[in-house]
């Protein structure tokens, strides 16, 4: 089963039921109608948890939850929806840069948990993990095999969640939204963001995870790997 919430993308509109509990403790209109949509979508999440449940199938299911994408800091249009919506205050991905759209850790990484009843002990994963891996994990426990004519980049990261010894090596990530591009190597933590009508930005997210000192000046060597790195990369793109 897949659910797509639409909360807490904009335009938001919830019943006063979501934003009262907030009323005294977020001064911030928007922000506090973002809370209630959270709070919305949390509900909703509960109501599937109940039902397997009271179907007996809660200990024979994994249950991922995930975003797609980081944060959206605010929203205003005079054409969409009519012009009828305004949030000055939406997400808030402190202490990380960037928003969702950007390629900055902010806009790219994103909260996420397994939970699966006697099978998965509580842990934390930082391990690296892309929404490519999640079609070939879910596969495998399934017994499914995945079609070699897929070609699928993702990886089985169950022994990521499980904990077990051996796990699998941390994946080149490439990133591409049209008019700028990224990847960022497992091996040396390095991050390389490229754009048309930018300077390139290189940054070492194991020393700098908040993405503040461009090393693509100083680091000459570094860049020029990372941008061949991302060339490998590109050509793995559909052709337009």
């Known amino acids: 089963l897949w659910i797509a919430h639409a909360t807490p993308h904009y335009p938001l509109v919830e019943e006063d039921k979501w934003l009262e509990p907030y009323k005294d403790t977020i001064k911030d209109a928007s922000r506090r109608l973002y809370a209630g949509s959270i709070t919305h ?35 205003s249009s005079k054409i969409h929806y009519g012009g009828k919506y305004a949030h000055s205050k939406l997400g808030d991905n402190t ?9 900055y850790e902010g806009g790219v990484r994103v909260p996420a948990f397994v939970h699966w009843k006697g099978k998965l002990a509580p842990a ?3 391990e690296a993990i892309s929404m490519l891996d999640w079609y070939p994990t879910f596969a495998k426990l399934a017994g499914a095999e995945v ?15 499980a904990r077990a010894q051996q796990k699998p090596a941390d994946p080149v990530l490439y990133w591409n939204v049209g008019n700028k ?27 700098d995870p908040m993405e503040t000192t461009n090393l693509a000046e100083t680091n000459k060597s570094e860049l020029d790997a ?15």
């Open 95 to 103: 202490p990380l840069r960037g928003w969702k759209g950007e390629l």
């Open 124 to 126: 934390v994963a930082p």
């Open 41 to 75: 979508m949390d509900e909703s999440i509960g109501r599937v948890v109940k039902a397997l449940e009271k179907a007996k199938q809660l200990d024979n299911t994994l249950i991922l939850f995930t975003s797609d994408n980081g944060g959206f800091e605010k929203y």
């Open 147 to 161: 079609p070699a004519s897929a070609k699928i980049e993702g990886r089985d990261v169950w022994p990521i969640l």
């Open 181 to 207: 591009q990224a990847v960022m190597s497992p091996a040396s933590g390095l991050k390389l963001i490229v754009g048309a009508k930018q300077k390139d930005e290189l940054y070492n997210l194991r020393k």
């Open 226 to 240: 990372m941008r061949i790195m991302l060339e490998m990369q590109r050509r793995g793109d559909p052709e337009k």
